[in-house]
């Protein structure tokens, strides 16, 4: 059996960060899926390369009217690829009764901090793709909760993205909720095991933040996002228990997985699979980039570590405190850039699919 499927045996599914239309048709993805791969998770960076590098979409540009807006081209394109790789994972979908083989697709980062266009943007990828195991990736900035809420109250999956602080995450959980709660009001006599949802947190750049900040505490390097983790996992297991949730899990509700993002190791003097070997367990998912998931294939190791000093862990936000670090003004940073970086990789895909319309014609 393939370490991808034992981690599947411990409770936690495999994603690729990563697509591009060979992936699909050279029947590589159906070997991963083979292997045990369970969904993938796609942003404008892994389009660019996909698109502006290969000659891969060339036909397909040659098609396009030129009436088309760039916009307009680049959601055919990403759509095409998206609806072909959600039929690929079809079967896993079914087999793992909905709780797997979901594709997501990101709104345009732009709308970040618009509540009702990011609701129309991700209805229209949700309808327009036309796929029950497409999942729409949202944002967790103030105005993206509210959009949360909405569109799963509209039984529209969504992948809630750059996630880094606890009290940002608590917010997330209470917007799954929310929207399941909703749902459920207009429409009290069906189930809800139709909608799915999973909390994307961003792994490497805590560290990455938390490093450039104790650097001459080296005591305190390399542990800040591993222990955060750790701690919202105890925090997810206590949201999705209790009377509140209870009464939705009655109608088939299916918890917000936490999935752990950018867990490919910035640091090099850090082992390259330190963020899967230390967060695995039950109920969550792990997305990879393909190297990291090539290497933890090679040399990876497959037992429960989630759960792993949990006191340690929040000693470790003692000692950050106690070293003057804000932690959570660091995980408020992180997420004002990570969608500034989103909607640059965004624009700059624009201007690649620009310049490779050019060089088709």
């Given at each position: 059996m393939s370490k991808i499927k034992k981690l599947a045996d411990l409770g936690q599914s495999i994603w690729l960060d990563y697509i591009q239309r060979s992936l699909i048709t050279s029947g590589e993805l159906k070997s991963l899926i083979d292997e045990g791969l369970r969904g993938i998770t796609t942003n404008p960076s892994i389009f660019e390369k996909a698109i502006a590098k290969t000659d891969e979409y060339d036909n397909d540009l040659e098609e396009i009217p030129d009436k088309d807006s760039l916009e307009a081209v680049l959601e055919k394109l990403m759509f095409k690829d998206i609806s072909m790789a959600t039929d690929m994972f079809d079967q896993v979908y079914k087999e793992t009764n909905r709780l797997d083989g979901y594709v997501s697709a990101e709104v345009n980062p732009d709308l970040a901090y618009d509540t009702e266009k990011t609701i129309s943007e991700g209805t229209k990828i949700f309808n327009t793709i036309n796929r029950p195991n497409v999942m729409v990736k949202v944002p967790a900035t103030e105005p993206g909760l509210a959009a949360i809420t909405e569109l799963i109250s509209r039984g529209i999956n969504v992948n809630v993205t750059l996630i880094f602080g606890m009290e940002n995450y608590k917010a997330v959980a209470n917007a799954y909720i929310l929207g399941l709660e909703k749902y459920l009001e207009k429409n009290p006599t069906e189930r809800l095991d139709k909608i799915a949802s999973v909390a994307s947190f961003f792994i490497s750049r805590i560290d990455s933040a938390v490093d450039a900040k104790v650097e001459n505490k080296p005591e305190l390097m390399g542990k800040a996002a591993i222990a955060n983790a750790r701690l919202v996992y105890r925090e997810f297991k206590d949201i999705f228990s209790g009377g509140r949730w209870q009464k939705l899990a009655d109608k088939g509700a299916r918890i917000q997985r936490t999935l752990w993002a950018s867990t490919s190791t910035?640091?090099?003097?850090?082992?390259?699979?330190?963020?899967?070997d230390e967060l695995i367990g039950a109920d969550t998912v792990n997305t990879l980039p393909p190297a990291t998931y090539n290497?933890?294939?090679?040399?990876?190791?497959?037992?429960?570590?989630?759960?792993?000093?949990?006191?340690?862990?929040?000693?470790?936000?003692?000692?950050?405190?106690?070293?003057g670090i804000d932690f959570n003004a660091i995980t408020e940073k992180l997420q004002v850039d990570g969608v500034d970086l989103f909607s640059k990789s965004y624009h700059s895909l624009l201007n690649s699919l620009q310049e490779k319309i050019k060089t088709v014609a």
């Open positions: 910035k640091n090099p003097s850090y082992p390259d699979t330190l963020y899967v290497q933890f294939k090679d040399h990876g190791t497959v037992t429960v570590t989630i759960e792993n000093d949990i006191k340690g862990a929040e000693n470790y936000f003692e000692d950050l405190k106690a070293a």
